[in-house]
């Protein structure tokens, strides 16, 4: 507990430190004016589309769970996914599988899904459908970061360094979901670690989850749509910042700062605080925008994500003082 508590002291005073550079090198009144110069449609815009992706990232799982043979409203899904995010959303990398804990938690105590199975949508639903956009917004807006500055900065490198494992590593999963290798020699290396029950548990919830993403099942093609459309939604809603904060681009150029948005979310910070402060002021100076709209778009983007996860905790805190009377008695 006392590593965890001294880990966000020193995540949050590192942020401190970045925002600190950020700010020392704009204009804090001219930022200041060009935020509040983003209009009441500007703001109806942002918030729909927030709006929007939380559906159809909650859509996309009842999919999943019908799939695995659980047909639970989309109402009750969205506040459970709201709840994941908000959780996502304030923790960094040391909590990682925090959100997802929760979810699958929740599906098993209030929809009584068996924990396998829960287990199972939430990682199709999260680390890998998500991850898989995640992933390809952040490979193809940095190509066409590249293409039209024509420039590969160190600090790029760098970071592109680190991000070559998890691409690598979701390639590999669908190399072999869609080719259908076996992985016996897993299996026997796993029980070497583990004893074999957990092994096998390991090994049928892999097998539940290729099983989803075998090329035959529709449901598996509709969440696929589904988080591409999700992913095309969270770029539109970068433009319309953009836009609305008095600067013209266009769709390519939203796909890369959207890139760079979720490079932020990969540094161990919560809620990307100073690196995504840093990262889009680097990229629209970049791109040939100012580092004033650069954060001005960053306060926006903050405002409508902070919303959504404050929903998303009062959700998890409601869930969680019910259960607390229910374990007690009362």
């Given at each position: 507990?006392?590593?965890?508590?001294?880990?966000?002291?020193?995540t949050?005073?590192?942020?401190?430190?970045?925002?600190?550079?950020?700010?020392k090198k704009?204009?804090?009144?001219?930022?200041?004016?060009t935020?509040?110069?983003?209009s009441k449609?500007?703001?109806?815009?942002?918030?729909?589309?927030?709006?929007?992706a939380?559906?159809?990232?909650?859509?996309?799982?009842k999919?999943?769970l019908?799939?695995?043979?659980?047909?639970?409203?989309?109402?009750?899904l969205?506040?459970?996914?709201?709840?994941?995010?908000?959780i996502?959303?304030?923790?960094?990398?040391s909590a990682m599988?925090?959100?997802?804990?929760?979810?699958?938690?929740?599906?098993?105590?209030?929809?009584?899904?068996?924990?396998k199975?829960?287990?199972?949508?939430?990682f199709i639903?999260d680390?890998i459908?998500?991850?898989?956009?995640?992933y390809?917004t952040?490979?193809?807006?940095?190509?066409?970061?590249?293409?039209?500055?024509?420039?590969?900065?160190?600090?790029?490198?760098?970071?592109?360094?680190?991000?070559?494992?998890?691409?690598?590593?979701?390639?590999?999963?669908?190399?072999?979901?869609?080719?259908n290798?076996?992985?016996?020699?897993?299996d026997?290396l796993?029980k070497?670690?583990?004893?074999?029950?957990i092994?096998?548990?390991?090994?049928s919830i892999?097998?539940?989850?290729?099983n989803?993403?075998?090329?035959s099942?529709?449901?598996?093609?509709q969440?696929?749509?589904?988080s591409f459309?999700?992913?095309?939604?969270?770029?539109i809603?970068?433009w319309?910042?953009?836009?609305?904060?008095?600067?013209?681009?266009?769709?390519i150029?939203?796909?890369?700062?959207?890139?760079?948005?979720n490079?932020?979310?990969?540094?161990?910070?919560p809620?990307?605080l100073?690196?995504?402060?840093?990262l889009?002021?680097?990229?629209?100076?970049?791109?040939?925008?100012?580092?004033?709209?650069?954060v001005?778009?960053?306060l926006?983007l903050?405002?409508?994500?902070?919303?959504?996860?404050?929903?998303?905790?009062?959700l998890?805190l409601?869930?969680?003082?019910k259960?607390?009377?229910e374990?007690?008695?009362?």
């Open positions: 507990m006392k590593k965890r508590i001294l880990f966000f002291f020193i949050f005073l590192i942020a401190a430190i970045i925002l600190y550079f950020v700010f704009i204009d804090i009144r001219e930022t200041w004016k935020f509040l110069s983003f449609e500007g703001i109806f815009l942002v918030f729909i589309l927030t709006i929007l939380v559906f159809l990232g909650a859509w996309r799982w999919i999943i019908k799939d695995i043979g659980y047909n639970i409203p989309l109402k009750n969205i506040s459970s996914w709201a709840s994941g995010f908000g996502a959303y304030f923790t960094s990398l599988w925090g959100d997802e804990v929760f979810k699958t938690y929740k599906l098993k105590n209030k929809f009584s899904v068996s924990l199975k829960a287990a199972v949508s939430v639903e680390p459908l998500d991850g898989s956009i995640f390809l952040l490979i193809i807006g940095v190509i066409f970061f590249i293409l039209k500055t024509m420039t590969i900065p160190l600090e790029l490198r760098f970071v592109l360094l680190i991000l070559l494992f998890p691409t690598i590593g979701l390639i590999l999963f669908y190399l072999i979901v869609f080719k290798y076996k992985l016996n020699i897993l026997k796993l070497r670690f583990v004893n074999s029950e092994a096998d548990n390991i090994a892999r097998e539940e989850i290729f989803f993403f075998r090329p099942n529709k449901r598996m093609w969440t696929v749509i589904l459309l999700k992913g095309v939604v969270n770029i809603r970068s319309v910042i953009i836009f609305f904060l008095g600067a013209k681009v266009n769709f150029t939203a796909v890369s700062i959207s890139a760079f948005t490079i932020a979310y990969t540094f161990p910070l809620a990307a100073g690196s995504l402060e840093a889009q002021a680097f990229a629209f100076s970049r791109l040939g925008l100012t580092s004033r709209i650069a001005a778009f960053v926006v903050r405002i409508a994500d902070i919303s959504l996860a404050l929903i998303g905790i009062f998890v409601k869930f969680s003082t259960w607390l009377k374990k007690m008695g009362l």
